[in-house]
């Protein structure tokens, strides 16, 4: 293992200073024969040089990127992978594959795709290398994804209970019981060490049963339940949530106090009587407002928006007041149309009624909208799309009030708390559509930097919702964007992390873990042709994945200072000693096995850093699923294979 790692330092070294150089220029290997050229995998090339670019945003101090559109002249400020490829053109088709890939993270996790674009480059890079090698495709893909399983089966057995991350390291003169109180999730009951010791025993006993039985015809995975992590059981109550919350948050404490707040918010609110403690990301709202400093950001109860001065004389005249409300679930003009809907072709409307005015059809359209909501008496309309510009002007006139892209979570809450049924067209509204026992209230006059009024934040809330407002201020208008990122990224992690009910430790001991099993899994014996260099390739993907954690946050002032540390702990760790990734953070780099002992006592009083282990997984299988889709792609559209080379002997694909 000594030699892997010291080789891998002076593999770095040299890899480091042929960085800057073309990577098409890669042509011979040593075998003499040419495996890859500027002509060959153009698209694994591509994906290694995009995703170089996103490397400042890996690891809790991200450096923020200014993003300038040429025609335009308009700046953006970046912070995520997902911010930086929204604002790239990214007009190749690797680019846009790498797009929709971190959007589809981003959307379901709202965090890991720091990680899916490094992964994405650096083991793009290993496949090219083993291109230049002579290892043909299929083994490639083998032996990577034999590599991807070994580190995941290496990281289930690591997970971490929740219960263990609350109390294992608390102070000694603190009580090991489950705090009587907002944060904590569930009742009084006293957990002692030993207790804590059989409940992890038991979840993974649980877990490994499920597993061993999961291929019985009497255990068929389709008859099983899935868990709820809010569900009374003896495990999910004895864990402390304002202590996960702490473990989860990367560094964000504002944001993370942010998401405790909306729980205990939540909670108070909730129609359950406050025995749900688990933050519900559905009933979760973030409303930007800039021109204020960030202290004043904090949660409100109900849905509040912000709004034109233009509305202000209907909020007048609508507070104090109890409304009625209907939902729109669609644009609420006349040419919308739902998804899938089909326009007749060739279809001329005539009629004969001697009555016709000189109206077109949206003013008649209008017409009879604005008759409708004057007949229902509704006082509030909320839209999920866009609202016709004459028809809002209108209802500013009778004191309707129209709220735009409003969530369409937000529109079930109203629907569940009022009695109101969305509806997508103005011609379904009718008497039963219509929700009852809304109140608007004006929060909050918004001023320029003038002085002067430009918008109004109200409050929108109905009697039993547990609907939650985050507030979310900045004296700086490009970093509202950052700020509610780094909310939701908070709040989806911590929801992430009560449903796995397990966690990863951070910092690198996982990745760690992952470098010294692929180092185990070499030394066995193996059937698949040059798979020990596959892994051993992966295994400084992941020394690089780590390197550049450390250089992000400052600790070292080079990758190759950061590699020789990891070197020096894998040489470290024995076969069944536990990886310590705090030794890589201390101020003094630590020479023995003791001064890791020594790192841990000095942190006893904090709960440490942990990763949601459900988003890491998908984070690690959609980069190597992007891989193995580019180098498949690339495999078959090559051309111009000189006759010489081996890997694709009389074949060409066109």
């Not at 402390?240 to 504002?254: E, F, M, N, P, Y």
């Not at 707040?261 to 979760?284: D, M, P, V």
């Not at 459900?614 to 992007?626: G, N």
Request: hydrophobic share 40%; net charge negative; glycine share 6%.
């Amino acid at each position: 293992m000594c030699e892997d790692t010291g080789e891998s330092v002076f593999r770095l070294i040299q890899t480091e200073r042929e960085r800057h150089a073309d990577v098409a220029d890669i042509t011979m290997s040593e075998a003499g024969v040419a495996t890859v050229s500027h002509r060959r995998h153009i698209g694994l090339q591509q994906l290694e040089a995009i995703a170089a670019t996103t490397h400042a945003f890996l690891g809790p101090n991200k450096r923020l990127k200014f993003v300038q559109d040429e025609d335009s002249g308009d700046v953006v400020l970046v912070s995520s992978c997902s911010r930086l490829l929204k604002q790239m053109e990214l007009d190749n088709s690797v680019g846009q594959l790498l797009h929709e890939t971190v959007q589809a993270q981003w959307k379901i996790f709202h965090s890991g795709t720091g990680t899916l674009v490094f992964l994405a480059g650096s083991w793009s890079r290993v496949a090219l290398e083993c291109l230049h090698r002579g290892i043909t495709v299929s083994h490639i893909k083998t032996a990577m994804t034999r590599g991807l399983e070994v580190c995941l089966e290496a990281c289930r057995q690591s997970a971490v209970c929740l219960e263990e991350v609350s109390y294992k390291q608390k102070k000694p003169d603190e009580s090991s019981s489950p705090p009587n109180s907002e944060e904590s999730v569930g009742g009084q009951d006293t957990t002692t060490d030993k207790d804590l010791k059989v409940l992890c025993m038991e979840r993974k006993l649980h877990q490994n049963l499920s597993i061993s039985l999961k291929h019985s015809r009497h255990f068929s995975l389709h008859d099983r339940q899935p868990e709820n992590p809010n569900s009374p059981s003896r495990v999910s109550k004895n864990f402390d949530l304002t202590r996960i919350a702490q473990a989860v948050s990367h560094g964000c404490k504002t944001s993370m106090d942010l998401v405790l707040n909306a729980c205990k918010l939540q909670s108070t609110n909730s129609t359950e009587g406050g025995q749900n403690r688990a933050i519900e990301i559905q009933k979760l709202v973030t409303c930007p407002v800039p021109g204020l400093l960030m202290e004043h950001s904090c949660v409100q109860h109900g849905y509040v928006v912000l709004l034109s001065t233009d509305w202000y004389v209907v909020i007048q005249h609508l507070q104090d007041q109890t409304l009625n409300i209907a939902l729109v679930n669609g644009d609420l003009s006349e040419k919308y149309r739902h998804v899938g809907y089909n326009r007749p072709a060739n279809f001329i409307h005539t009629t004969d009624h001697p009555n016709m005015t000189d109206l077109s059809l949206e003013e008649r359209w209008i017409e009879n909208m604005l008759k409708t909501l004057l007949k229902l008496s509704i006082n509030i309309l909320l839209v999920s799309g866009v609202a016709s510009i004459k028809l809002k002007d209108l209802c500013v006139s009778y004191n309707i009030l129209v709220i735009e892209g409003v969530r369409t979570a937000v529109l079930k809450d109203f629907s569940a708390t009022t009695g109101a049924v969305p509806i997508s067209y103005a011609t379904q509204l009718c008497e039963r559509c219509v929700g009852r026992g809304v109140k608007v209230s004006r929060w909050r006059e918004i001023s320029s930097h003038h002085g002067k009024n430009e918008s109004i934040a109200i409050s929108i809330v109905a009697a039993s919702t547990s609907l939650v407002t985050v507030v979310i201020t900045s004296s700086v208008s490009a970093k509202l964007q950052t700020l509610e990122d780094q909310f939701w990224s908070c709040a989806h992690r911590l929801h992430q992390a009560v449903t796995d009910r397990k966690l990863l430790p951070g910092g690198g001991a996982t990745e760690l873990l992952c470098i010294h099993q692929l180092h185990k899994s070499r030394q066995t014996g193996m059937e698949i042709p040059y798979e020990k260099t596959v892994l051993q390739l992966m295994a400084e993907a992941w020394m690089d994945y780590i390197s550049t954690l450390m250089l992000n946050s400052g600790t070292v002032s080079s990758k190759a200072e950061a590699w020789t540390a990891i070197a020096g702990q894998l040489r470290l760790c024995k076969e069944h000693d536990p990886i310590c990734a705090e030794i890589l953070w201390a101020p003094l780099k630590p020479q023995t096995s003791t001064d890791c002992v020594a790192v841990m006592e000095m942190e006893t009083d904090v709960v440490g850093v942990y990763d949601n282990m459900t988003v890491k997984f998908e984070a690690w299988r959609r980069a190597l699923d992007l891989v193995f889709l580019v180098l498949q792609s690339d495999t078959e559209i090559i051309t111009g294979v000189n006759e010489g080379e081996n890997v694709y002997n009389d074949l060409m694909y066109l």
